[in-house]
């Protein structure tokens, strides 16, 4: 009866795994902060996508890893043809072609020295508008490296926009952008950083947005969507449900919601200690951010979720 009846639904093409692909590695390398998760080689990557695919997956959000010692200022690495992320898109689409939304983080922070998200001015801010060029430069490569959507995460100032014009100025008028329109400046990314080998020293506070507002991600959100965003994101998800149901509320294009790494190892943490149901507070996690509105969730279990529900667990 409670199944018939139930009001929110999940489904494995609600989900979206997020994934990190290191260069110069041979084996996969477990993340420590996130039990379960690796950093994957090329080959094991593919694979990672395909069982996406066989489970019903919806999309796979690639970021890219480096080898130590091609980080820099401007983080080049990021709009190198060649570089991890790039040639790891290539895998990924040759691999599934398009039975998988193949998406990419846009973002610099992987690959400067200094961790940020842009490059920084002679005082060490970072300045947003010299980060704006990296990024159409970003987009272009990602797109012509077979993404089909770009995902800017490093909340500057008109990004969308800029975003908007550098792949329509190539002629990828079909690469949609996924807009990290609410990224909050948040103590729940921190086993993230040691996914992506981050070199950050300090915070993001001066781009990212502060918990206690909410009213700045509704201007956010119209900013974005006069940008042209195809679709908007609220991250982190479950400590901002009341962020998520106000956007999905106002906006008529679709949301999506990141459930993120310490979400992720919280959950993990507490059962491997045998103090939750690891399995139950998943689903109850998931089904509550599907509940405020989110209309896709990228999920480290997306792919093992989605096999459950498929079997109908």
């Known amino acids: 009866m409670r199944r018939m009846v139930a009001e929110t639904r999940l489904h494995p093409a609600d989900l979206i795994l997020p994934a990190f692909v290191r260069e110069g590695v041979s084996e996969p390398v477990p993340i420590a902060a996130m039990p379960g998760v690796v950093q994957h080689t090329r080959d094991t990557l593919r694979k990672a996508a395909a069982e996406a695919v066989a489970a019903g997956v919806s999309g796979i959000m690639l970021f890219g890893v480096p080898e130590d010692g091609k980080k820099d200022a401007d983080g080049t690495a990021g709009t190198d043809p060649d570089g991890i992320l790039q040639v790891a898109l290539r895998d990924v689409r040759a691999e599934v072609g398009d039975d998988l939304v193949i998406m990419s983080d846009l973002c610099l922070d992987e690959y400067t020295d200094h961790g940020h998200c842009g490059v920084l001015d002679e005082h060490g801010r970072v300045d947003n508008d010299a980060t704006l060029e990296r990024y159409a430069e970003m987009a272009q490569v990602q797109a012509d490296a077979g993404a089909h959507v770009v995902g800017p995460s490093g909340m500057m100032d008109g990004q969308v926009g800029v975003i ?3 792949l329509d100025t190539i002629g990828k008028e079909d690469v949609s952008i996924l807009a990290y329109t609410a990224k909050y400046s948040s103590a729940f990314y921190g086993p993230f950083r040691e996914a992506v080998g981050s070199s950050l020293v300090g ?9 206690a507002n909410l009213r700045e991600s509704m201007r956010e959100l119209a900013l974005d969507l006069e940008e042209g965003a195809d679709m908007v994101m609220v991250k982190p998800a ?3 449900l009341d962020v998520l149901a106000k956007v999905a509320e106002s906006v008529d294009v679709p949301v999506a919601a990141y459930q993120i790494s310490g979400e992720y190892s919280m959950i993990e943490a507490a059962a491997e200690k ?5 399995d139950k507070a998943i689903l109850e996690t998931l089904t509550g951010i599907r509940r405020a509105g989110a209309r896709t969730i990228l999920t480290y279990w997306a792919t093992e979720v ?5 079997r109908g667990l």
């Open 164 to 166: 908007r014009d550098a």
């Open 203 to 211: 915070d993001r506070k001066t781009y990212q947005q502060d918990p």
């Open 238 to 240: 479950g400590p901002y």
């Open 274 to 278: 045998g103090w939750i149901d690891r």
């Open 306 to 310: 989605a096999q459950k529900l498929s």
